[in-house]
């Protein structure tokens, strides 16, 4: 058989039975050029920065912009006081003041040491209609900060509603 007339139909014949061989020789690989611009992979956004982003958004009235970044900081750091308090910040203006105080009681448990934390819990607690818990939060926040006007304006206000529904 002549291999003119296999190449010829379309066919590679490895001519064992003519005794030869085909050596078929893969192209050489097109080189890619080196000057591809190569970018960096973006850093992980910053918590705090998030979290500043989103109290400025609630501050705004942008409350679902506010509730995207604060569900971003939750993934990043679930377990952050400071996220418990925005998180509060951010029921509270939904409307969700219950939500609120359980949200940022959590904050007060992880960081006890924050006296703006108990003063505004307690405002919440006011807002509630419980003034024997937000004479609690007030006392909490003077002890940490003692000077503290708008804790003390706050403790009086709960001790005089406690007083007058005779608690």
Do not use: N
Not at 5 to 34: C, D, Q, Y
Not at 58 to 72: M, P, T, W
Not at 120 to 127: I, K, T, Y
């Amino acid at each position: 058989m002549d291999i003119q007339v296999l190449l010829a139909a379309g066919t590679i014949a490895v001519g064992v039975a003519m005794g030869m061989f085909i050596r078929i020789r893969p192209k050489a690989p097109r080189e890619v050029p080196l000057t591809v611009p190569v970018r960096e992979p973006e850093p992980p956004p910053d918590v705090v920065e998030l979290l500043r982003e989103a109290d400025q958004r609630i501050a705004e009235g942008e409350l679902e912009r506010a509730g995207l970044l604060v569900s971003q900081a939750a993934v990043l750091e679930p377990d952050r006081a400071g996220l418990h308090y925005v998180r509060s910040r951010l029921f509270h203006a939904r409307g969700e003041t219950e939500v609120a105080v359980k949200t940022l009681e959590q904050a007060c448990r992880l960081r006890p040491d924050v006296a703006t934390w108990h003063g505004v819990r307690g405002s919440l607690l006011l807002e509630l209609g419980r003034p024997d818990l937000a004479v609690e939060a007030f006392r909490q926040s003077l002890e940490l900060e003692p000077d503290s006007d708008a804790g003390r304006a706050g403790l009086e206000e709960a001790l005089r509603l406690q007083a007058a529904r005779g608690e």
